[in-house]
């Protein structure tokens, strides 16, 4: 195969992977394809954690199995050698005579950690690496962040009116609901979004202002955590999150808090409540984690350094007086225009 289809069909294999964006954890997304003399024979990718894994779909995918020892198996992401809720892919691969495997990049995760290349290898089948490398991390950023940083990868997201304000000055006799910047498509957008993270953090005053759900409704998905970083620990019982199906995690520094229903995480005055929150939810298992507001809260991570990707929504109305949006410096990824905002995507330069 030439570089040009080893491109090709990597493509396939990240668009087949994503396919399953949000439901796969705590494994990666994978797509994989087997190709014989530069046609596709078989393909599939992995939809959830404890079913059959993209390789073994693709290979299964294959009606002509005499082909297989002929063929070039695809996968983003390099197979796995070990035994989890599934047997290895490698010992598969092996023993149906694939004689070349084309991965993305390799799987930096503990279980794995280059010994399904290696294994291979030995084995005497050839292995090419590192194509797209760059984007078959991109997809499966949170998996990476995870494992190799011991922490969740933090999306956060705001929007802001033109003149850079995240919300009015509520008065006393205010309604308890959110000032709307965008419109219906970007709303969706959100939804979707959320349904792509394992959890969702807002603060205590965004709880009190506008009474979210936190909930997955205008897209299909599963619904995320939801997290509520509040120092008193005092919030009304009839939040419309208590009446959604679901976890509350309340991280407060009040030691005696009790909230109905939710798990409560005392906080150590003493370090920053930003890794502290990351560190629970990495022993949780949860690897992604999409905050909303507000924006002392949003401050509070971008100053921690704490944070991965920033989406950022601009209205074209101004506000004049409020709240005003965080600051924030990071490396242009996208920019979108909707008919009333228009979406900006910052990644940490860091990342």
Not at 103 to 119: L, P, Y
Not at 238 to 252: D, R
Request: proline share 4%.
């Amino acid at each position: 195969m030439s570089g040009e289809d080893n491109i090709k069909f990597m493509r396939r294999c990240l668009d087949l992977a994503a396919k399953a964006e949000g439901l796969t954890w705590p494994n990666p997304m994978v797509g994989s394809v087997i190709v014989n003399d530069g046609i596709i024979i078989g393909e599939g990718f992995h939809v959830k954690a404890g079913r059959p894994h993209a390789e073994v779909i693709a290979i299964k995918s294959v009606k002509e199995k005499k082909l297989l020892g002929s063929s070039v198996l695809y996968v983003n992401l390099e197979p796995c050698s070990h035994f989890g809720k599934t047997p290895p892919c490698t010992d598969l691969i092996l023993s149906v005579g694939i004689p070349c495997v084309v991965v993305g990049t390799e799987d930096t995760s503990e279980q794995v950690s280059g010994r399904g290349i290696a294994k291979l290898q030995n084995a005497g089948c050839k292995v090419i690496t590192g194509v797209l490398e760059e984007e078959c991390r991109e997809l499966n950023r949170r998996f990476f962040t995870f494992h190799e940083k011991g922490r969740p990868f933090i999306v956060l997201k705001w929007a802001q009116s033109a003149d850079g304000f995240i919300d009015l000055i509520r008065t006393e006799n205010y309604t308890i609901e959110p000032n709307w910047i965008t419109g219906k498509p970007e709303r969706v957008l959100v939804h979707k979004w959320r349904a792509e993270e394992q959890a969702i953090l807002v603060g205590a005053g965004t709880i009190r202002s506008d009474n979210p759900r936190l909930n997955v409704r205008e897209w299909k998905g599963n619904n995320p955590v939801r997290i509520i970083l509040s120092g008193s620990g005092v919030l009304d019982k009839k939040l419309a999150i208590n009446e959604i199906v679901g976890s509350n995690i309340v991280f407060t520094r009040n030691g005696r808090a009790k909230i109905p229903g939710a798990v409560i995480v005392s906080l150590n005055d003493e370090r920053p409540a930003a890794l502290q929150i990351s560190e629970y939810l990495f022993k949780l298992g949860i690897q992604s984690l999409m905050i909303e507001g507000g924006a002392q809260v949003l401050e509070h991570f971008i100053s921690s350094g704490l944070w991965d990707e920033a989406r950022i929504f601009t209205g074209s109305s101004d506000f004049r007086n409020g709240i005003r949006a965080p600051a924030i410096d990071g490396k242009l990824s996208a920019k979108t225009n909707f008919s009333q905002s228009t979406l900006t995507v910052l990644m940490n330069n860091n990342f």
